[in-house]
C-alpha cells in the first residue's frame, strides 16, 4: 500500500489523510528542495535496547489469553488520536487492553494474536514504522517525524515490547485475507473493525471484551508496584495542594486543579481522570469537575484526584480539607461520621470476603449516625438502612476496582465483580460520603452545602488488606495537624 505522502511529494503541508492543507502558506516544494530533503541524514536506529519493564509480564497476559481462545484470530486495537478541534488532536491514551497485553503506547497500533498449527498462538504488534527519508512524509505530513517527533523503528520496538513487530499500514489487507474464527475488541479503530466487519459477530466480540477486563481482576506484582508508586506520587500532590490553599483569602479551585497537575505531569503520565476540586457547596457535587469557583476559609475542601504513572496504572484518592486548616464542629461532626464508615469498610476487605463486604459495613455506619442525627424520623439504622434511605446524603456506592482505568474491569461479569469475592492481588477504593445539598429543607440548616468523602486504594493481600494511600493522613486531628505541618 503506497503511503498517500509518496503520491503527493511535490505539494505543501498536508492534513491527516494526506491531502494539501487548504489554507497552507506553501503551494508547493521545488524538485530541488525535495532532493535536498531526501539526503544528508545520519543513521540514528538505536541497538542492544533493553525491553521495557512491563515486557515479562504481559508475555504471560498474552499466554493466559492465548490458552482462553484457542485457535482464534484475536485483535485488540490500541486506537487512535481524537480531534479535539479541526486539527488539533487530544492527547492521546491508548485502549488499556492493548497497553495491558503489549506495554506499548502508540497510537494507531494493533496486536494481534495469530493461531498456531499446532497450537497456540504467535502475538505480533502492528505499528507504524520510523518516517522515511525516501519520501515527504517526514517533513510534508503534519504527523511526521520533524512534526511529532522521532518514532521507534519496528526493530527498535521489537527490542523494547519482546515481541515481533510489523507495519500496521498492511495490516487491514492481511486481516481481510485471514480464515477462521476471529475476536476483536471492537469500537477503538474504525478501519480495523470495517475490514473484520463481516467476520466477527458481537456477541463473540463481547464475550472477548468481557474475558479482557476479567483477566485485570488480580494485579500481578508489576501493577501492585505501579499503583503503589501512583498512590505515593498522588500523595505528594495533595501536599502541593495544601501550600497553595490561602489560610486568610480564596483560593481558585483552577489553582488547586494546576497544583496537582503538575505534580502529576512531573512524576507520571498525567491525571488518571479529571480532578474533582469542589470547594465549599461544590462538594456536594459528585463530579465537580468545572473547577471554577474559589475555596474560601472557613469552608472544606473536597479533593478527589489521581497521579496516572508512566505506565497508565491510576491512583484515586480522596481528601476533605479545611481550607484554614481546622475543622468547625459541624464539619468535625460530620467528617468523623465518614471516617468512622471508611474504618469499617477497610475492616472487612480481605480474602475471602464477598465483594459487597465493604460497602454494606460502610453504609450500615452512615445510617447509624443519620439516623442518631434524626434524620430518618424515627426509622432505626437497621430499618433505614433496608429501606436505602441514606442514600439520599450517600448518594454513590462505596467504591470501584482499580487499576489501568480509574473505573477498572467494568466489563467484567457481575459474578466476578460485585457478586463475587475479593482475592488477593485485587486492587479497589473505598470511599464513603455523605452529601448535604444546599435546598434539601430535610436536614438542619448548618448540614446544607457540607459534603464530605474519604477515599483510599485498597490492596488485597494473603493477610488482610494493604492501604496503598496510607500516606495521606485521614482521621481528623492527624489532617489539621499535617496541615499545619505543611504551611510552616
Not at 146 to 151: C, K, Q, S
Not at 173 to 181: F, I, S, V, W, Y
Not at 284 to 312: F, I, M, S, Y
Not at 342 to 359: L, M, S
Request: hydrophobic share 35%; glycine share 10%.
Amino acid at each position: 500500500m503506497t503511503h498517500p505522502i509518496q503520491e503527493t511529494a511535490m505539494s505543501a503541508e498536508t492534513d491527516d489523510e494526506g491531502r494539501q492543507r487548504k489554507n497552507g502558506l506553501y503551494r508547493q516544494v521545488s524538485t530541488e528542495l525535495a532532493e535536498n530533503m531526501r539526503r544528508g541524514w545520519a543513521d540514528t536506529e538505536r541497538h542492544g535496547l533493553e525491553p521495557v519493564a512491563s515486557a515479562a509480564y504481559t508475555a504471560r497476559r498474552r499466554a493466559e489469553l492465548s490458552a482462553r481462545f484457542p485457535g482464534e484470530l484475536l485483535v485488540v486495537p490500541a486506537g487512535n488520536p481524537k480531534v479535539r478541534a479541526n486539527d488539533t488532536a487530544y492527547p492521546f491514551r491508548p485502549s488499556s487492553d492493548y497497553v495491558y497485553l503489549t506495554g506499548d503506547q502508540s497510537p494507531d497500533a494493533v496486536l494481534v494474536l495469530e493461531p498456531g498449527r499446532y497450537g497456540g498462538h504467535r502475538a505480533v504488534a502492528h505499528l507504524l514504522p520510523r518516517s522515511g527519508r525516501e519520501d515527504g512524509e517526514f517533513w510534508l505530513d503534519h504527523h511526521g517525524e520533524l512534526w511529532d517527533g522521532r518514532r521507534n523503528s519496528l526493530a527498535e520496538n521489537e527490542q523494547l515490547l519482546g515481541l515481533p513487530c510489523g507495519d500496521v499500514r498492511t495490516l487491514t489487507e492481511r486481516l481481510a485475507a485471514a480464515t477462521g474464527p476471529v475476536r476483536l475488541l471492537r469500537g477503538h479503530d474504525a478501519d480495523i473493525d470495517a475490514a473484520l466487519a463481516r467476520r466477527t459477530t458481537a456477541e463473540r466480540d463481547d464475550e472477548f471484551r468481557v474475558t479482557l477486563s476479567e483477566m485485570r481482576l488480580v494485579k500481578d506484582e508489576f501493577e501492585i508496584a505501579d499503583l503503589r508508586f501512583a498512590c505515593e506520587a498522588t500523595a505528594r500532590g495533595f501536599e502541593d495542594v495544601v501550600r497553595v490553599l490561602g489560610t486568610a483569602a480564596p483560593t481558585s479551585e483552577r489553582v488547586v486543579e494546576g497544583a496537582f497537575h503538575t505534580r502529576a505531569r512531573i512524576e507520571g503520565n498525567d491525571v488518571g481522570y479529571a480532578s474533582i476540586c469542589a470547594a465549599g457547596s461544590h462538594a456536594t457535587t459528585l463530579h465537580w469537575v468545572r473547577n471554577d469557583g474559589e475555596a474560601r476559609p472557613g469552608d472544606l475542601l473536597l479533593l478527589d484526584a489521581g497521579v496516572e504513572t508512566r505506565d497508565l496504572y491510576t491512583a484515586d484518592v480522596t481528601r476533605t480539607l479545611p481550607v484554614d486548616g481546622r475543622f468547625t464542629p459541624v464539619q468535625r461532626k460530620i467528617y468523623e461520621a465518614v471516617y468512622a464508615a471508611q474504618e469499617a469498610g477497610i475492616a472487612v476487605v480481605k480474602p475471602g470476603a464477598a465483594y459487597r463486604d465493604f460497602h454494606d459495613a460502610a453504609q450500615r455506619v452512615l445510617a447509624e449516625h443519620l439516623a442518631a442525627w434524626g434524620l430518618f424520623e424515627g426509622r432505626s439504622p437497621d430499618e433505614a438502612h433496608g429501606l436505602g434511605l441514606q442514600r439520599r446524603w450517600t448518594l454513590a456506592g462505596t467504591g470501584h476496582m482499580l487499576g489501568l482505568d480509574v473505573h477498572d474491569c467494568a466489563r467484567a461479569r457481575t459474578g466476578m465483580y460485585v457478586d463475587g469475592t475479593l482475592e488477593p492481588g485485587m486492587v479497589l477504593t473505598v470511599e464513603p460520603g455523605l452529601y448535604f445539598q444546599c435546598d434539601d429543607l430535610t436536614v438542619p440548616e448548618e448540614y446544607r452545602g457540607i459534603g464530605v468523602r474519604i477515599e483510599d486504594d485498597i490492596l488485597v493481600t494473603e493477610e488482610g488488606n494493604e492501604n496503598l494511600s496510607a500516606g495521606l493522613p485521614r482521621e481528623a486531628d492527624e489532617v489539621e495537624a499535617w496541615m499545619a505541618r505543611l504551611r510552616r
